[in-house]
């Protein structure tokens, strides 16, 4: 248990590995244990291309907080994932990512205890919490300083127009709500954006 009365997440190599409590059947856990297996591997043989080191501008523009690794875990074809990602080191992160199939992702969300009316199109981690979809850096930072007793993670439902990495120029930004979930799959809005 952490300080917050949760049950805290075992780490390897500094990977997240899933709660075991949170399984949602055999096929899943040997999909995702198929998944997690190839991704501790790969630690061990270098960093993958996409992997790489933020450049001077975006080390620039970080804040003089120290924040834990981001693992996302998104499709390989993804361009918004990507855009969220860049989002994310352009405000302070470092950020490993991991391709993964969709039905590699869907066993992840499902582990990782992501409620189905809150999922997205890329599942992270960070520190002891699931960030779900295109949340903005400055609430993973803020969920990060606080710690909200009870919440597993934050999420942004869909893809709306408008939230980091869903931007379209000429398009209307949407106004969009970041969620907090908790183990059991309650939410409530954590967030408000465009509104």
């Known amino acids: 248990m952490n300080e917050n009365g949760r049950e805290a997440p075992t780490v390897e190599s500094g ?22 297996a190839a991704i501790v591997a790969a630690g061990g043989a270098g960093e993958p291309a996409d992997r790489s080191t933020p450049s001077a501008s975006q080390r620039a523009s970080t804040t003089s907080e120290s924040w834990p690794v981001v693992n996302v875990y998104k499709d390989p074809n993804c361009g918004c994932c990507t855009k969220w990602v860049d989002h994310l080191r352009e405000h302070g992160f470092t950020v490993h990512t991991t391709d993964l199939g969709a039905n590699e992702l ?11 009316r809150a999922e997205s199109c890329h599942t ?24 909200p007793a009870l919440v597993v993670g ?21 106004p969009f709500d970041v969620l907090a979930f908790d183990q059991e799959g309650r939410v409530q809005v954590y967030e408000r954006h465009g509104r």
């Open 15 to 36: 990977r997240p590995r899933a709660r075991r409590s949170l399984w949602v059947g055999g096929l899943g856990a040997v999909v995702l244990g198929i998944a997690v």
């Open 124 to 147: 992270a981690a960070v520190g002891d919490y699931v960030i779900e979809g295109h949340v903005p850096a400055a609430d993973v930072q803020r969920l990060l300083r606080e710690r």
């Open 154 to 174: 934050l999420a942004v439902p869909g893809m709306p127009i408008g939230s980091p990495g869903m931007e379209v120029p000429g398009v209307a930004a949407q």
């Open 106 to 116: 869907g066993a992840l969300k499902a582990s990782r205890g992501v409620p189905g």
